[in-house]
T-cell receptor
């Protein structure tokens, strides 16, 4: 199994600002995924981050709001841009399809 | 998008009791996954099922992939306090995307 770390673990931000979340894996992986978990809800896929190409976004999520970088096979970032209180969620990265392993998540609160 | 119907939404049981939860869909899937999420943590994979009819155990946990490939259940025997958490079923949609059920929140009274 892969060991995944995320930074920061939590943050409180002001509306209108942006936050970049980092995801680091202890081994090289082809696919990295970013999920959002709104309070009391299940997980929803935001996008798939592919190394060497643009991320693939799910319906309802756009690159301007959630830009993603994937500079190498062990690292990815997700930026939550121009935040509003509705963006308050846990953001999780995961790796590989079928048996996906998740990071510990970043708990974001937007005031 | 495809929805998974997970039930029950919540369970309140006594320590030592057995637990059963299930997940159904109107579509056929080739994979069923069961995850547990503790407060403040990411989901942790418990059991992965890849074949219709497959029954797999992991300690006190047992999960089965329904023969119709449209459902799965998870059983926990002799529950203990550390079983508390939210349990999610998930399947793969297309080549990569994971779709999650709504979750079953398990509370255990000592």
């Amino acid at each position: 199994s892969a060991v995944i770390s995320q930074k920061p673990s939590r943050d409180i931000c002001q509306r209108g600002t942006s936050l970049t979340i980092q995801c680091q894996v202890d081994s090289q992986v082809t696919m990295m995924f970013w999920y959002r978990q709104q309070p009391g809800q299940s997980l929803t896929l935001i996008a798939t981050a592919n190394q060497g190409s643009e991320a693939t976004y799910e319906s309802g999520f756009v690159i301007d709001k959630f830009p993603i970088s994937r500079p190498n096979l062990t690292f990815s970032t997700l930026t939550v841009s121009n935040m509003s209180p509705e963006d308050s969620s846990i953001y999780l990265c995961s790796v590989e399809p079928d048996t996906q392993y998740f990071g510990p998540g970043t708990r974001l609160t937007v005031l | 998008g495809q929805q998974l119907n997970q039930s029950p939404q919540s369970m309140f049981i006594q320590e030592g009791e057995d637990v059963s939860m299930n997940c159904t869909s109107s579509s056929i899937f080739n994979t069923w996954l069961w995850y547990k999420q503790d407060p403040g943590e990411g989901p942790v994979l418990l059991i992965a099922l890849y074949k219709a009819g497959e029954l797999t155990s992991n300690g006190r946990l047992t999960a089965q992939f329904g023969i119709t490939r449209k459902d799965s259940f998870l059983n926990i025997s002799a529950s203990i306090p550390s079983d508390v958490g939210i349990y999610f079923c998930a399947t793969t949609q297309g080549a990569q995307k994971l779709v999650f059920g709504q979750g079953t929140r398990l509370t255990i009274n000592p």
